[in-house]
């Protein structure tokens, strides 16, 4: 089973800008967009940063539903074993939720 059986859709932040993330994400072959928070704004939302002058954000994970309310949140991700545990609970939840990372 993958994120698209689920109906689930994967995106990922970065505080890159957008030349830096194509060439990470082409680098990686990255299957889902990686988005540019320059900013900062979404990686303040999401508790990814304390500060706007943050150099990197952290690595967590946020899966949240069709409702827009987050459904759980992971507060240390492993890359290899993150998308399986997304999976295993998607699988269990049957409401199809959306993962968003950043």
Do not use: W
């Not at 890159?16 to 990686?34: G, I, T, V, W, Y």
């Amino acid at each position: 089973m993958d994120f698209q059986q689920q109906n689930a859709e994967v995106l990922g932040a970065s505080f890159d800008d957008q030349d830096a993330n194509a060439r990470f994400a082409e680098k990686f072959s990255f299957p889902f967009p990686l988005l540019c928070d320059t900013d900062r704004k979404l990686g303040l939302a999401y508790e990814a940063c304390e500060s706007s002058d943050a150099r990197v954000p952290a690595r967590i994970s946020y899966l949240i539903g069709p409702d827009g309310r987050i459904r759980a949140a992971y507060a240390k991700v492993s890359p290899p074993t993150h998308p399986a545990e997304v999976l295993k609970e998607l699988e269990g939840a049957g409401n199809r939720p959306t993962e968003v990372s950043v």
